[in-house]
């Protein structure tokens, strides 16, 4: 009987599975962290991916060199490595690049930006990178068939191959593949475009305020602010509507269950936002945590207030 020879390249599960055993070995690296450095971590807020990302950089650069033979510890557990079209392993610069690429537009993605930063010019950029980088990396890893190389991969000249299986010759990424990926990027750097109407509408401008208003509290990191509605479907008494404004306050300390302050919040929601009284509920919810991208840890309480009874407690 004819032995079927493995192929080169690696297929999509096998890499999957890599991904996932790296994601816990790092994961366990941020927890023990968090540990020791938990108000360090909360502290620095939004900031506090850098720290991810500078340990997952040393991890996957200096492991998928060939420093380690290409492989990280998920890679050599399943038997496959990184390598050029040579089959052979790459040196530490490209390495490291190679992973920046992957890794940035999921760094962005989390991060805390300021409303200024949000509204200005610095959006162009910041959604080609983080929606263009997402949307062409996933697109790649699923449909990319022939070379099974990702958007990192293809910018570096690099693969993904099995280890133990000698070098094959390869076919060509399917062009159409680069035709959708060119669309997703320029799709990504006009998202803004779309967006800004919305920046300049009123309820828009509304919610920005109470944000700032929020996050002036001496208690609060951080805050987001958004108004919507509810509908609940019963077969006794139809469908209704419940219409709310709702923060999610991250806060300095763990304070989450402080009635007091989710109260002093949803004033300040009332006193900033006029158009909240009209509103079914207000909706306080405290938040304490940090998230260093390798790890994160949350703890949140949600406050629920009637708009006219907040509204009273500031009557005499």
């Known amino acids: 009987m004819e032995e079927i020879q493995e192929e080169w390249i690696c297929g999509f599960w096998r890499r999957v599975g890599a991904l996932f055993i790296d994601s816990l070995i790092l994961g366990a690296v941020g927890f023990t962290l968090g540990l020791f450095l938990e108000n360090t971590f909360v502290q620095l807020g939004g900031w506090g991916r850098l720290i991810g990302f500078a340990i997952s950089i040393t991890y996957f650069g200096f492991m998928n060199s060939s420093i380690f033979n290409g492989q990280t510890f998920g890679k050599k557990i399943l038997g496959i ?14 390495s490291l690049l190679r992973y920046s690429f992957l890794a940035i537009p999921f760094s962005l993605n989390g991060a805390q930006f300021t409303n200024e930063a949000l509204l200005s010019y610095l959006m162009y950029p910041l959604s080609l990178i983080v929606f263009g980088g997402l949307f062409s990396i996933s697109y790649l890893y699923i449909f990319n068939r022939v070379t099974r ?30 035709i959708v990926i060119s669309c997703l990027f320029i799709l990504a750097g006009l998202l803004p475009v779309f967006t800004s109407d919305l920046a300049q509408s009123e309820p828009f401008k509304g919610l920005l305020s109470s944000q700032e ?22 077969s006794n008494t139809g469908s209704s509507t419940t219409t709310y404004v709702n923060t999610q306050a991250f806060l300095y300390q763990n304070s989450v269950d402080d009635i007091e302050l989710a109260q002093q919040l ?19 919810t405290l938040t304490y945590g940090y998230d260093i991208g390798i790890w994160s840890q949350w703890n949140s309480y949600n406050h629920a207030f009637n708009p006219n009874e907040i509204q009273g407690l500031d009557k005499p």
């Open 81 to 94: 490595k990184v390598v050029d079209s040579t089959n052979s392993t790459i040196r530490l610069s490209k």
């Open 149 to 178: 190389q990702s958007l990192h991969d293809l910018i570096v000249g690099t693969y993904v191959v099995n280890s133990d299986v000698s070098e094959q010759n390869l076919g060509e990424v399917w062009r159409p593949h680069l």
């Open 266 to 284: 949803a004033q300040t929601i009332i006193s900033s936002y006029p158009e909240s009284i009209n509103k079914n509920v207000i909706q306080v």
């Open 213 to 234: 208003a929020i996050s002036s509290n001496t208690s609060v990191k951080f805050a987001s602010v958004v108004e919507g509605a509810t509908t609940f479907t019963s």
